[in-house]
């Protein structure tokens, strides 16, 4: 998969200098040369260094978002157990990962300072949260002392996670701080996430109906690692809110490129464990689609699939501009690409 990428980037990159180096004063071959090193920046190199991630052991996905826009919610209908401490107003104050244990609940304190874990065990979910609640809304100095290295982590036998994934529950930005302590605390969160997380779902309520100039300016700072927008506290049912889904994607869509939207109502799924069609149920798919190393690679094989069709589709009105009826490419670029896309079964047009 790496060699293909790193052929589709040359392909365009080679055509590109070649372009650029064709007789002077066909400025719309300018054009065409310009829209080739945009595609290759926005669209490619995402790809590369979401390949750097899929392949770690530990792939940790997580949700971000305003305070209160429902993430611990959502957790809890994702994970089916009582074991994120949710309330209304402020209320996560240190990330929670998640992770699959098939024998025993227990929650770990890591304390890089003094080499420290702690663990404890208990019997049931609701045992756990008993303590977890009160670490996650009020932790103690020592447990935020390591800055961006600070979480609790929570074993169980929470089957979505079983086979590797980890799921991370994120504090809330934008709540009503100081002006320092806010920028504090938003740098610490980013900085959790550069380091810690290789995926993020991006949180949006939809009761506040618009996003926000501090919503817009976080998703600019971790955008590379956003694959999916998450519009939480979603009321509208059936064939009505078909039609507020599209109506919703198509006007906040282009803040979010190549996110995909999802709309999901947590406590609607909480409370309605057993419902065939369950709001939780594409994210649960999600998921699963992000389970193990193999699962990932066939997500990001269709995306560079869907972005050869992109590319393609959208060549045509910088061609038209250039007054040419193909793209002249780079000819041992595109035959070493065509080479990788047959060897990878990539279907391309
Ligand atoms: N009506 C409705 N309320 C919801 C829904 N999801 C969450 N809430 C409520 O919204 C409030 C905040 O929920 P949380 O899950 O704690 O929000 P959060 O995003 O985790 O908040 P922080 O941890 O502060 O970032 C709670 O009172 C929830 O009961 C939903 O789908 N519908
Ligand atoms: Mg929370």
């Known amino acids: 998969m790496e060699q293909l990428i790193d052929e589709f980037i040359w392909l365009?990159?080679?055509?590109?200098?070649?372009?650029?180096?064709?007789?002077?004063?066909?400025?719309?071959?300018?054009?065409?040369?310009?829209f080739l090193r945009i595609f290759r920046e926005k669209r490619l190199e995402p790809l590369h260094w979401r390949l750097q991630r899929i392949n770690t052991q530990r792939y940790v996905l997580s949700m971000v978002g305003l305070t209160n826009v429902g993430k611990s919610t959502l957790a809890e209908a994702l994970l089916e157990h009582p074991v994120?401490?949710?309330?209304?107003?402020?209320?996560?104050?240190?990330?929670?990962?998640?992770?699959?244990?098939?024998?025993?609940?227990?929650?770990?304190?890591?304390?890089e300072r003094?080499?420290?874990?702690?663990?404890?065990?208990?019997?049931?979910?609701?045992?756990?949260?008993?303590?977890?609640?009160?670490k996650v809304f009020t932790p103690q100095p020592e447990d935020l002392s390591n800055g961006s290295d600070a979480k609790l982590i929570v074993k169980g036998p929470m089957k979505l996670l079983e086979g590797g994934l980890v799921f991370a529950d994120t504090p809330g930005f934008g709540a009503a701080q100081t002006a320092d302590s806010?920028?504090?605390?938003?740098?610490?969160?980013?900085?959790?996430?550069?380091?810690h997380v290789h995926e993020v779902m991006f949180c949006l309520s939809a009761s506040n109906a618009m996003v926000s100039p501090s919503e817009k300016k976080f998703?600019?700072?971790?955008?590379?690692?956003?694959?999916?927008?998450?519009?939480?506290?979603?009321?509208?049912?059936?064939?009505?809110?078909?039609?507020?889904?599209?109506q919703y994607e198509g006007k906040f869509s282009e803040l979010f490129p190549m996110c995909r939207f999802l709309f999901v109502n947590a406590k609607r799924a909480i409370e309605n464990p057993n419902q065939q069609d369950s709001e939780a149920q594409d994210l649960q798919s999600l998921f699963q689609t992000r389970r193990n190393k193999q699962e990932r690679q066939t997500?990001?094989?269709?995306?560079?699939?869907?972005?050869?069709?992109d590319l393609i589709e959208l060549l045509?009105?910088?061609?038209?501009?250039?007054?040419?009826?193909?793209?002249?490419?780079?000819?041992?670029?595109?035959?070493?690409?065509?080479?990788?896309?047959?060897?990878?079964?990539?279907k391309i047009p």
């Open 12 to 34: 365009l990159l080679d055509t590109e200098n070649y372009i650029r180096k064709l007789p002077q004063g066909r400025t719309n071959h300018e054009q065409l040369a310009e």
């Open 84 to 111: 994120a401490p949710r309330k209304n107003g402020p209320a996560t104050a240190i990330p929670v990962e998640y992770e699959y244990d098939c024998e025993s609940w227990q929650l770990r304190t890591i304390d």
């Open 114 to 134: 003094n080499l420290t874990v702690m663990e404890q065990k208990f019997d049931s979910a609701q045992a756990l949260f008993q303590v977890l609640e009160k």
């Open 182 to 195: 806010s920028a504090t605390h938003e740098n610490v969160l980013v900085e959790y996430l550069q380091k």
């Open 219 to 246: 998703f600019e700072s971790i955008g590379h690692l956003c694959s999916t927008v998450v519009v939480t506290k979603w009321d509208a049912e059936d064939e009505q809110s078909e039609h507020d889904k599209k």
């Open 299 to 309: 997500l990001l094989r269709s995306d560079v699939e869907r972005a050869y069709k």
């Open 316 to 346: 045509r009105k910088p061609l038209e501009a250039a007054g040419l009826p193909n793209v002249p490419w780079h000819k041992a670029a595109l035959a070493n690409f065509q080479y990788e896309a047959a060897k990878e079964k990539l």
